[in-house]
Every structure is written in C-alpha cells, then in structure tokens.
C-alpha cells in the first residue's frame, strides 16, 4: 500500500536518452518542470533528477523533469 505522498506515482524503470536507467514517475497533481516554463499535467509521465543541493539537513531533493526535456522510454509500457 503506498504512502501518502500525494503529488506522484512510481511507474516503474524506464531508459534515459543516454541510455541509463532511471525510474518514472506519473503526475497525481499538476507539477512544474525544472527545465523549462512547462506545467506537468495530471496523469502525464515525468522523471526526476537529483540535484546537488546541501546535503546538511540529510536530504537529497530531486526536481520534476518534464518528457519533453527528458524523454523517457518506460519498459512494460505497451502502448504508445
Ligand atoms: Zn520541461
């Protein structure tokens, strides 16, 4: 049962551009990509990247990343 975090869903591993593995994820709520002015819709598939943010409050964050700045290839997928 997943926790509650709300604003997303883990789809499942899905390939970079380069070619490395990544996990996506899907919109539960509309989010704002951290390349580009672009809203990610409800329901649309987004990766996120890590960024290198102070580590001293002991936390990583990672901003949303729209599949238009980086598109993914989502295995399992079928349709598309
Ligand atoms: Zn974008």
Known sequence: MPAGRGKSLVLGAALQPDGMRTTAYRALEALMCEECPAEIAVGHVFSRRSRHVRVAMGYL???????????????GATDG
């Open 61 to 75: 964050s990672s901003a949303p990343v729209c599949a238009t700045c980086w598109p993914l290839r989502v295995e």
